[in-house]
């Protein structure tokens, strides 16, 4: 998705706002400050610049006419949507403030924190404006945890229009955007295939899908990674108390227990499932009479088509009557469909738009050996043995292990899918290749019990390779 903002000169300040981020651990905003060095003081405010990496735009050995810079990294694993702001005006118009002050809203930089983060340097601006090449600099700022956007962002600096060189300078700037858009290390719009406005809606409603299924299916292999972990962990504590099941029953351990609680989630919404008590969608928008259009529902063309008559009608005296009659005759087809996600397919009365989320945490609770032992039952309903129990404790592990099998074969479809439609050049990846990469984010984004994933993933890694026919060490 792509804007473009066009600047007037304005005396108005920019509107004083504060959102407060909730974040587990440090904020994003502190954790970034400590890596940008201090550039100047002002009344008591740090200004920091960012530390930003310069990308290549060398093309047939010719340097471009534009400038690409990145922040952070692209993380393989998360598929953000992209979108992308130009910013056009004329000399003086403040996009340079517009651009900082954006920058320091996404990263979640408080109104009362005594830092601020410089993107743009203005002088290094004024110098470009008296150059004789008009440069566009395009800023990629790639999503992390803690951005207040759900998505990553470019920003495309121009030249300002109206300065001291004259008509000539102002008459280069549209050249140098379209050969910006045009170079194959720009952002290549002119390029793209031309579709129509069906096929854009199609397109657009299946990624919308693929989207949400590729970050459930993403979050339901990390919950079953926990549950593996969990398991094992339980296996490890009555292995090393197999001799007192026999006897000293009444003996209290401390046993891990997973369960399921709802956290707030600050000033958003979460579709979730008063059945399988599982977050369908988050964030999802909170607005009355929409949820039939919340993307866990709106896959169904069922509901694109009931939408489209409705929006086709006239306005006129006998259509209004028809529009009134249509969407009370359709009511009940918008609200019949049913969810793609949770695991029970539920319908859309079992669901919620709430200021909550649900979530899988791990606690410990004491329990006597003898009733840890109830738990674990064989055919005929009787205990099983310390064994038995280890037996069963295992099986359950490798079932957890098939049905991850199952979901990552299932993404790696859905992260292909969305490849295609992006027309982007990113090579397809095979189910092995994806969990691969699974690994090497796991090493590159380390987050608490990481170990512990890492080695579940190598285990199912050598299982996807048994099932592709390739070889099955890991190195």
Same mark, same amino acid.
């Given at each position: 998705?792509?804007?473009?903002?066009?600047?007037?000169?304005?005396?108005?300040?920019?509107?004083?706002?504060?959102?407060?981020?909730?974040?587990?651990?440090?904020?994003?905003?502190?954790?970034?400050?400590?890596?940008?060095?201090?550039?100047?003081?002002?009344?008591?405010?740090?200004?920091?610049?960012?530390?930003?990496?310069?990308?290549?735009? +060398?093309?047939?050995?010719?340097?471009?006419?534009?400038?690409?810079?990145?922040?952070?990294?692209?993380?393989?694993?998360?598929?953000?949507?992209?979108?992308?702001?130009?910013?056009?005006?004329?000399?003086?118009?403040?996009?340079?403030?517009?651009?900082?002050?954006?920058?320091? +809203?996404?990263?979640?930089?408080?109104?009362?924190?005594?830092?601020?983060?410089?993107?743009?340097?203005?002088?290094?601006?004024?110098?470009?404006?008296?150059?004789?090449?008009?440069?566009?600099?395009?800023?990629?700022?790639?999503?992390?945890?803690?951005?207040?956007?759900?998505?990553?962002?470019?920003?495309?600096?121009?030249?300002?229009?109206?300065?001291?060189?004259?008509?000539?300078?102002?008459?280069?700037? $549209?050249?140098?955007?379209?050969?910006?858009?045009?170079?194959?290390? !720009?952002?290549?719009?002119?390029?793209?295939? /031309?579709?129509?406005?069906?096929?854009?809606?199609?397109?657009?409603?299946?990624?919308?899908?693929?989207?949400?299924?590729?970050?459930?299916?993403?979050?339901?292999?990390?919950?079953?990674?926990?549950?593996?972990?969990?398991?094992?962990?339980?296996?490890?504590?009555?292995?090393?108390?197999?001799?007192?099941?026999?006897?000293?029953?009444?003996?209290?351990?401390?046993?891990?227990?997973?369960?399921?609680?709802?956290?707030?989630?600050?000033?958003?919404?979460?579709?979730?499932?008063?059945?399988?008590?599982?977050?369908?969608?988050?964030?999802?928008?909170?607005?009355?009479?929409?949820? $039939?259009?919340?993307?866990?529902?709106?896959?169904?063309?069922?509901?694109?088509?009931?939408?489209?008559?409705?929006?086709?009608?006239?306005?006129?005296?006998?259509?209004?009557?028809?529009?009134? +009659?249509?969407?009370?005759?359709?009511?009940?087809?918008?609200?019949?469909?049913?969810?793609?996600?949770?695991?029970?397919?539920?319908?859309?009365?079992?669901?919620?738009?709430? /200021?909550?989320?649900?979530?899988?945490?791990?606690?410990?609770?004491?329990?006597?050996?003898?009733?840890?032992?109830?738990?674990?039952?064989?055919?005929? !309903?009787?205990?099983?043995?310390?064994? !038995?129990?280890?037996?069963?404790?295992?099986?359950?592990?490798?079932?957890?292990?098939?049905?991850?099998?199952?979901?990552?074969?299932?993404? /790696?479809?859905?992260?292909? !899918?969305?490849?295609?439609?992006?027309?982007?050049?990113?090579?397809?990846?095979?189910?092995?290749?994806?969990?691969?990469?699974?690994?090497?984010?796991?090493?590159? +984004?380390?987050?608490?019990?990481?170990?512990?994933?890492?080695?579940?993933?190598?285990?199912?890694?050598?299982?996807?390779?048994?099932?592709?026919?390739?070889?099955?060490?890991?190195?």
């Amino acid at each position: 998705m792509h804007y473009t903002v066009t600047m007037k000169r304005c005396n108005r300040s920019l509107e004083q706002t504060k959102e407060t981020a909730s974040l587990a651990g440090e904020r994003l905003a502190i954790s970034i400050k400590k890596k940008c060095t201090i550039e100047q003081q002002e009344n008591g405010m740090e200004i920091r610049k960012l530390k930003l990496k310069e990308l290549s735009t +060398y093309s047939d050995s010719k340097a471009s006419s534009f400038k690409r810079f990145s922040l952070g990294e692209r993380n393989p694993m998360e598929w953000n949507t992209s979108k992308t702001i130009l910013l056009m005006g004329e000399t003086g118009a403040g996009k340079t403030t517009m651009i900082n002050a954006m920058i320091n +809203y996404v990263l979640g930089v408080e109104w009362g924190d005594d830092f601020r983060f410089k993107l743009v340097d203005e002088q290094v601006r004024k110098n470009q404006a008296h150059s004789q090449t008009q440069v566009i600099t395009a800023y990629e700022i790639h999503h992390q945890e803690g951005f207040r956007i759900p998505f990553s962002l470019t920003i495309v600096d121009t030249p300002g229009f109206n300065s001291t060189d004259g008509l000539e300078s102002d008459q280069e700037i $549209p050249k140098a955007i379209e050969n910006f858009f045009r170079d194959k290390n !720009g952002i290549r719009l002119s390029d793209m295939p /031309t579709k129509s406005l069906q096929m854009t809606q199609q397109v657009l409603e299946t990624r919308k899908r693929l989207e949400i299924l590729l970050d459930h299916g993403l979050k339901d292999i990390s919950s079953k990674l926990f549950k593996v972990e969990h398991l094992r962990k339980m296996d490890k504590i009555i292995a090393q108390n197999k001799d007192k099941f026999v006897t000293n029953g009444d003996k209290k351990i401390e046993m891990p227990k997973l369960i399921k609680r709802k956290v707030a989630v600050d000033e958003k919404s979460a579709l979730n499932c008063t059945k399988c008590e599982e977050t369908c969608h988050y964030p999802c928008k909170r607005i009355p009479l929409t949820m $039939p259009f919340c993307p866990a529902f709106f896959g169904s063309r069922r509901v694109s088509s009931i939408l489209d008559k409705i929006l086709q009608l006239e306005y006129d005296s006998t259509s209004w009557k028809s529009l009134v +009659y249509s969407t009370f005759v359709n009511v009940s087809s918008l609200f019949s469909v049913t969810c793609f996600v949770c695991p029970g397919q539920c319908s859309m009365s079992d669901h919620k738009n709430e /200021t909550t989320r649900w979530e899988l945490i791990e606690i410990n609770v004491l329990r006597a050996l003898r009733d840890i032992g109830k738990d674990y039952k064989d055919a005929e !309903g009787n205990p099983l043995s310390v064994q !038995g129990i280890h037996h069963k404790l295992k099986d359950d592990v490798d079932q957890l292990e098939k049905n991850i099998l199952h979901v990552t074969s299932e993404i /790696t479809k859905y992260s292909n !899918g969305l490849k295609k439609i992006a027309l982007r050049g990113d090579p397809l990846l095979t189910m092995p290749e994806y969990i691969d990469m699974m690994i090497k984010n796991e090493e590159k +984004y380390p987050k608490k019990g990481y170990e512990k994933r890492i080695e579940s993933l190598k285990n199912i890694l050598n299982k996807a390779k048994l099932c592709a026919g390739e070889k099955t060490t890991f190195e």
